[in-house]
């Protein structure tokens, strides 16, 4: 079992940064590929970024890609989402993820944190 917190979240300018942090508790988790994913009002939740087990293998989406970073800390069981040149259209709740496996939709994982809100302004 692992539970998940997140935060970090918060009302940034566009061209901003944020750093969203996920603490996760159980003595599995550095078992698990780690996931974050966002949900705008209206839409679907998707992916973000991922992150194997072993820190060593990431994807993100293509929307994505060059601003943020996501990163692992296993001795403090927590995992980063580095938001850099955010745009309005980042704004969502974001979620991170557990999972057996690096995957990119959300029925691939098996634990979420309850979310925690980021609002670019433009």
């Known amino acids: 079992q692992v539970q998940l917190v997140e935060s970090g979240g918060g009302l940034v300018q566009a061209g901003g940064s944020l750093r969203l942090s996920c603490a996760a508790s159980?003595?599995?988790?550095?078992?698990?590929?780690m996931g974050w994913f966002r949900q705008a009002p209206g839409k679907e939740r998707e992916f973000v970024a991922v992150?194997?087990?072993?820190?060593?293998?990431?994807g993100y989406a293509d929307s994505v890609k060059g601003r943020f970073t996501i990163s692992r800390d296993k001795a403090k069981n927590t995992v980063y989402l580095q938001m850099n040149s955010l745009k309005p259209e980042d704004t969502a709740v974001y979620y991170c993820?557990?999972?057996?496996?690096?995957?990119?939709?959300?029925?691939?994982?098996?634990?979420w944190g309850q979310g925690t809100q980021v609002t670019v302004s433009s």
């Open positions: 993820a557990a999972g057996d496996q690096v995957r990119y939709t959300t029925p691939d994982y098996d634990y």
């Open positions: 992150i194997s087990w072993s820190g060593i293998s990431t």
């Open positions: 159980g003595r599995s988790f550095s078992r698990y590929a």
